[in-house]
């Protein structure tokens, strides 16, 4: 599994073994404090992967222009060439890891944003 991964199955046997341990209000605030977790290692896991592939397309970016435009006729030469559907395809996984980074921050906000209104009531 996954890092973190098992956090959830451990706290729901932590709350099975001592019942009497946990009220619901303490379960649900674990619970929750263990989601929060798990989403802040994903956001910096996102984060360092979007890092990581901007890197490769500034790299590809670079190469594609500075590379001649002229007719290749070595086969290895050919294969070694950019191609720009090789940078676009780079660019939209970079893309959908935004994508995926912004939604789980605006979701992580969200729930701070709910917890916070509960608990004012």
């Known amino acids: 599994p996954p890092f973190g991964g098992g956090a959830s199955p451990r706290l729901a046997s932590r709350i099975r073994r001592k019942p009497d341990k946990w009220t619901g209000k303490s379960a649900a605030s674990a619970a929750r404090n263990a989601l929060f977790i798990g989403s802040a290692i994903n956001l910096v896991g996102i ?4 890092v990581g592939a901007e890197a ?3 790299t590809l970016a670079a190469k594609a222009l500075t590379q001649g435009s002229g007719v290749v006729l070595d086969a290895k030469a050919a294969a070694a060439t950019i191609q720009a559907l090789d ?19 605006a979701s992580m906000r969200l729930k701070v944003a709910a917890g916070a209104a509960g608990q004012g009531a």
């Open 87 to 105: 940078v676009l395809v780079v660019q939209a996984n970079t893309n959908t890891l935004a994508a995926c980074f912004i939604g789980l921050l």
């Open 56 to 58: 490769i397309v500034g």
């Open 47 to 50: 984060g360092l992967a979007i």
